[in-house]
C-alpha cells in the first residue's frame, strides 16, 4: 500500500504581460469544412468570437522543449504517434520539478506552472486586414523537374498583440522560488526561437512585454505586487530576478505560507 503524500502550497507567483508578433503567427488546426478558396492551413480560432488565440499548451509545451533542450534532458517518454519527451518525476529534476509529469508515466509530479489561453487584442490588428489574418503563399519546389506547387498559410500578422498572457507558478517547496528564474530563461528562449509553425520560414518571432508580478500568499491567499517587478521586456524583468525571489520569499515567509 502507498503511502499517503501531502504536498502544501505555500503560494502562487503570477505572470502577466502582452504577446507581440514580430513576424506573422501561424498556430494551426484542422480543416472541418472544404471552402472554394479557402486557405490550405487555417489558424486555430476561438469558437465563440473567431478570434484567433495562442492555446496556453502551445506556449508551455514551447517552453517545456526548449528547456529540455538545454538541460541535454533525455527524451523517454512518447506521448504521441512521433512526439518523445523527458519525464522522471524525480524533485530535483529541472524540467520535471516545472513542468511535471503526466500521470500514466509511472513516475506522477505535480506540475508547477499552468499557461492560459491568451487571447487576440483586435485593436492591435489595422482595420484593413480582413478577418484579423493575412494569407502568405508558399511554395515546394520539385527538385527534379522545377515544378512549384503553391499552397496558402494563414497568418495573424506581424504588430500584432495578445493579451492579457498569464503564467502562474505554484511553489510547492520553498526551493521552487528559485526555480521560477528558470521559467523567464524559458520564456527567453522562445523569443530567440519561434512560437506556433513555418518557424523555420519566418513565422513566430515573438516578443513578451509589459510584464508584472503578482504573488499570492496567505491563508487569506491575499495578493502583492511591487512596481519593481513591473517591467516592459522579459529582459529588464530576468536583470531584477535576485530581488525578486528575495522578495517572494519574505512575503511567504511573512504570511506563512497557504
Known sequence: MNKPTQIKLYGRIVLTGDIRLRTGLHIGTSKETLEIGGVDGP????????LPYIPGSSLKGKMRSLWEKVNAANQNTKIGKDTCIHVCGKADCPVCSIYGAPG???????????VRDVPLNPASIP?????????????????????????????VPAGATFSP??????????????????????LQLVEDDFLGGQGSRGSGKVSFENLSIAVKAGLEYAEHTDERFMRKSLKELAAVGDDLARWVKGLLDKNGGV
Request: zero cysteines; hydrophobic letters at 40%; aromatic letters at 8%.
Open 104 to 114: 500514466e508515466s509511472g513516475t506522477p509530479a505535480p506540475t508547477r506552472l499552468i
Open 165 to 186: 498572457m498569464e503564467v502562474v507558478f505554484s511553489i510547492y517547496d520553498p526551493a521552487d522560488v528559485d526555480r521560477f528564474s528558470d521559467v523567464l530563461r524559458a
Open 43 to 50: 489558424v486555430i480560432r476561438n469558437p465563440v468570437d473567431r
Open 127 to 155: 482595420s484593413t486586414v480582413v478577418d484579423y489574418t493575412e494569407v502568405k503563399w508558399e511554395a515546394a519546389i520539385d527538385r527534379v523537374t522545377s515544378q512549384a506547387s503553391p499552397r496558402q498559410m494563414e497568418r
